[in-house]
């Protein structure tokens, strides 16, 4: 898996010129099978959140090489609840 | 021409310090704003003359998702933390343009119980100008 990490700064206007602001958060990119880097998520002060249609089957290894990239540990953070999920909540189950 | 335009399949909504997963359906975003000072004079004609005030309005942010009793809920004006609305990331983008700011969850409203509904939730947050908001464009 080929991971890149960046942190994730703003830039602020001031009277004394544009200043780098940090979000505590970095974005986490990732080589995809053809090669392209994709945006896959962020890291937070606590945990990877994926974006919107990240498998959820890589969320776990994409943490632990965030976490070994950042020399931190991050908590696992279940990905929202998937579609089977929802319809079992609501008939019950 | 390619076609322009995208819907909202695929956005995201992430809080870096709480982070929730939420099940979202639909994320509202407030506008960002800047009065306008009436500047005429005895001078002035026809239209009003005006200057924009100093300090732009933050945008308020009202997230809707399928509410599920074990997930973590928002907490209302709990410390202020970096939120992210990721938008959906297009062919061709090496990443989605972004809403990313300091804010703080403003309101929380628990699901509404009934026969034949599915129980949603809904929170809002509010930017709070420390950091942020910032609109940044996807890369392609």
């Known amino acids: 898996m080929e991971l890149r990490i960046e942190e994730h700064v703003l830039l602020k206007q001031t009277d004394f010129g544009p200043v780098e602001k940090k979000?505590?958060?970095?974005?986490?990119?990732?080589?995809?099978?053809?090669?392209?880097?994709r945006h896959v998520g962020y890291v937070g002060t606590r945990a990877f959140l994926p974006l919107s249609g990240f498998p959820p089957e890589l969320v776990a290894s994409v943490s632990d090489a965030c976490a070994k990239?950042?020399?931190?540990?991050?908590?696992?953070?279940?990905?929202?609840?998937?579609k089977r999920e929802i319809e079992a909540l609501a008939s019950n189950e | 021409m390619p076609l322009l335009g995208d819907t909202g399949q695929g956005a995201t909504a992430t809080f870096g310090t709480s982070s929730l997963s939420l099940a979202?359906?639909?994320?509202?975003?407030?506008?960002?704003?800047?009065?306008?000072?009436d500047v005429s004079v005895l001078a002035t004609t026809d239209y009003l003359e005006m200057i924009a005030s100093d300090l732009k309005k933050?945008?308020?942010?009202?997230?809707?998702f399928v509410f599920v009793t074990s997930a973590t809920a928002p907490v209302v004006g709990g410390a202020a933390e970096?939120?992210?609305?990721?938008?959906?990331q297009r062919t061709g983008e090496t990443a989605a343009?972004?809403?990313?700011?300091?804010?703080q969850f403003t309101s929380f409203k628990l699901p509404d119980l009934q026969l034949?509904?599915?129980?949603?939730?809904?929170?809002?947050?509010?930017?709070n100008g420390d950091t942020?908001?910032?609109?940044?464009?996807?890369?392609v």
């Open chain 2, 116 to 127: 034949g509904q599915i129980q949603a939730g809904q929170c809002k947050w509010k930017y």
């Open chain 2, 82 to 88: 970096t939120m992210t609305v990721t938008f959906p």
């Open chain 2, 132 to 139: 942020g908001p910032t609109y940044t464009k996807a890369t």
């Open chain 2, 97 to 103: 343009a972004t809403l990313v700011g300091t804010a």
């Open chain 2, 24 to 37: 979202v359906t639909k994320i509202l975003i407030g506008e960002i704003s800047i009065d306008m000072l």
């Open chain 1, 69 to 82: 990239e950042l020399g931190r540990k991050l908590e696992s953070v279940s990905p929202p609840p998937s």
């Open chain 2, 58 to 64: 933050t945008p308020e942010v009202t997230l809707d």
């Open chain 1, 23 to 37: 979000l505590n958060q970095h974005k986490v990119f990732l080589k995809n099978t053809a090669g392209e880097w």
